[in-house]
């Protein structure tokens, strides 16, 4: 596993109880050494992960080895059916999406995909989908509102592909488009931030009835490394820039972008990739039947409220 900087007394740790553990057998007496280690981990665990920096969570919200999107499909989604293409240029990796079902009820799929390994992740753009991905998405947007099955999106990109192969075919247009779908279907939204959710690129599938972030994800209007570019004209004042965005899922939710917090299973998502899986799974599931069963009559006019909501002085 990688090892982040903050985390390198925890691997200390860890390195120490994977030496002795093979010995256990054969030497009893270490299994007692092995358990004290095994509580002092577990301690270090809780004290490093409850009190993480801002640019401590977007270093665990960028991790390698958190879940992807696949990841959250392939284990929620049944009989899923993946979908390409945009109808006007291509194929984009770095945007998925799909139909299945999510508990028996039929959905539409949309999220960004970093990819695991290096090959993927080249092939994937690093999670950063170019206009043909945005107008993919849409396209499946208005299909879950022509066949009434609710959206489950899942948000991981730094942002949308900022180069000039992207401008010339119109991104900016396609990321707008993407929203004014979102904010138009009459079928309930439910958006998940999984990892990093940068910019435009992030808010274009995230226009959603309910959004929920895990404990260890960001969302901002730009990456901490972008915005001390700007502010600061150098990319080494990106602990102070991630300081000031306010980009981490308390913040949200106490300015009330977000709806609810996901707690993480101690250590990150990145240690614990199945059980992550299944609570963000559960969580989806409960808001949909939240939302279906609810008092909300016009999903779009209730994301428009809530939207329109969003920055107000007094919630600063």
């Given at each position: 596993m990688i090892t982040l900087k903050f985390e390198e007394p925890i691997f200390e740790v860890e390195a120490k109880i994977n030496k002795?553990?093979?010995?256990?057998a054969a030497e009893p007496s270490i299994a007692e050494e092995v358990s004290r280690l095994e509580q002092k981990l577990e301690k270090l665990l809780s004290k490093t992960y409850d009190n993480l920096s801002p640019w401590e969570r977007v270093q665990v919200a960028r991790h390698s080895e958190r879940p992807k999107t696949p990841d959250y499909i392939e284990v929620l989604i049944s009989d899923f059916t993946p979908l390409?293409?945009?109808?006007?240029?291509?194929?984009?990796?770095?945007?998925?999406?799909?139909i299945g079902r999510l508990d028996g009820t039929s959905v539409v799929v949309i999220g960004q995909n970093k990819g695991h390994d290096t090959n993927e992740r080249i092939k994937c753009n690093f999670g950063m989908p170019n206009p043909e991905g945005y107008r993919k998405a849409r396209r499946l947007m208005q299909m879950a509102d022509r066949f009434n099955m609710p959206l489950i999106t899942f948000i991981d990109t730094a942002g949308a592909f900022p180069g000039i192969e992207a401008e010339e075919r119109g991104q900016a247009e396609a990321i707008a488009k993407c929203l004014e779908t979102g904010f138009n279907l009459s079928v309930p939204i439910v958006s998940t931030v999984i990892g990093e959710g940068g910019s435009g690129g992030a808010i274009a599938i995230g226009v959603a009835n309910h959004i929920a972030m895990l404990e260890n994800s960001v969302y901002s209007v730009i990456s901490p490394e972008g915005c001390a570019s700007i502010l600061w004209k150098s990319r080494e004042n990106a602990?102070?820039?991630?300081?000031a965005l306010r980009l981490t899922a308390y913040d949200l939710l106490k300015l009330e972008v977000i709806d609810e917090i996901i707690k993480e299973p101690v250590g990150g998502a990145h240690r614990h990739r199945k059980k992550t899986i299944q609570i963000v799974g559960d969580t989806i599931k409960r808001s949909l039947s939240n939302l279906l069963n609810g008092n909300v009559s016009d999903f779009s006019e209730h994301r428009n409220k809530k939207f329109l909501a969003m920055g107000r002085a007094n919630a600063l």
């Open positions: 002795l553990r093979p010995r256990v390409a293409g945009d109808r006007y240029f291509g194929e984009d990796p770095a945007m998925m999406g799909g602990v102070e820039a991630a300081n």
